[in-house]
Antibody, heavy 119, light 112 residues
C-alpha cells in the first residue's frame, strides 16, 4: 500500500525557515517523480514544486511564488522527499501535501502538514 | 502560465440525479508527446484531494463508473451520472501539460 507521511509542519515567524519531510513507503521511491502541493486555509490547491527521479536527472521545477526561497530534494536511500522553505511569508501559510506520480500525475496524496507563518 | 477556469463555482445537486462541471484552459493542453494531461480531483471536507480522472477520461483506480470525463483541447467536462451523498466536496481540474502546473478554482458540490 502506498503511503506518504508528511512531517515538520510548525508555527514559524515571518522570515524564518522550516524543512518539511515526506516519508514514502509501499513503492520504489527512487523510480518516481514527486511533488509538493499546498492549500491555504479555505482556499484551493496550489502546485509548489516537482522533482523527477534520478534516472531523469532529478530535475526540479518551482512555482514562481516560491522560486529562490524553497528547495525540493530527495533522499532515495531513505525514501524521503524534502521541502526546505526559507524567507517564509504570511502567504506561505498552508497545508503542504506530498504527492506522487507513480502511474499518473498526482495519483497518491499524503495527509498534509500545516505550516503557519505568523508573528 | 496556463489558467484553468472552472464553472460553476458552486453546484447544488440532487441525490440520484446527474451533475456536470466544466473546466476550460487558456491554452491547448495537448503535450508534445501527444497526451493531454488534464486531470480531475475530488476533495471531501477535511480530507486530502484524491485523483478521480487522468488524461481527460480515464478513471483512476477505485473510482466508481458513475464518474466520467470528456473533452479535448481547451474544454473539458466531468460528469456524475447519479449523484450519491459521498460525492459532496470540491472538484478541481488541473493541467500537467506545461509548467507551472495549475489548478482550477474548484467547484463546490452540495446536496440540495
Amino acid at each position: 500500500e502506498v503511503q506518504l507521511l508528511e512531517s515538520g509542519g510548525d508555527l514559524v515567524q515571518p522570515g524564518g525557515s522550516l524543512r518539511l519531510s515526506c516519508a514514502a513507503s509501499g513503492f520504489t521511491f527512487s523510480r518516481y517523480t514527486m511533488n509538493w502541493v499546498r492549500q491555504a486555509p479555505g482556499k484551493g490547491l496550489d502546485w509548489v514544486s516537482t522533482i523527477s527521479d534520478r534516472g531523469n536527472g532529478a530535475n526540479t521545477h518551482y512555482a514562481d511564488s516560491v522560486k529562490g526561497r524553497f528547495t525540493i530534494s530527495r533522499d532515495d536511500s531513505e525514501s524521503t522527499l524534502y521541502l526546505q522553505m526559507n524567507s517564509l511569508r504570511a502567504e506561505d501559510t498552508a497545508v503542504y501535501y506530498c504527492v506522487s506520480r507513480l502511474a499518473h500525475h498526482f495519483d497518491y496524496w499524503g495527509q498534509g502538514a500545516l505550516v503557519t507563518v505568523s508573528s | 502560465e496556463i489558467v484553468m477556469t472552472q464553472t460553476p463555482l458552486s453546484s447544488p445537486v440532487t441525490l440520484g440525479q446527474p451533475a456536470s462541471f466544466s473546466c476550460r484552459s487558456s491554452q491547448n493542453l495537448v503535450h508534445s508527446d501527444g497526451n493531454t494531461y488534464l486531470s480531475w480531483l475530488h476533495q471531501r471536507p477535511g480530507q486530502p484531494p484524491r485523483l478521480l480522472i487522468y488524461k481527460i477520461s480515464n478513471r483512476w483506480s477505485g473510482v466508481p463508473d458513475r464518474f466520467s470525463g470528456s473533452g479535448a483541447g481547451t474544454d473539458f467536462t466531468l460528469k456524475i451520472s447519479r449523484v450519491e451523498a459521498e460525492d459532496v466536496g470540491v472538484y478541481y481540474c488541473m493541467q500537467a501539460t506545461q509548467f507551472p502546473w495549475t489548478f482550477g478554482q474548484g467547484t463546490k458540490v452540495e446536496i440540495k
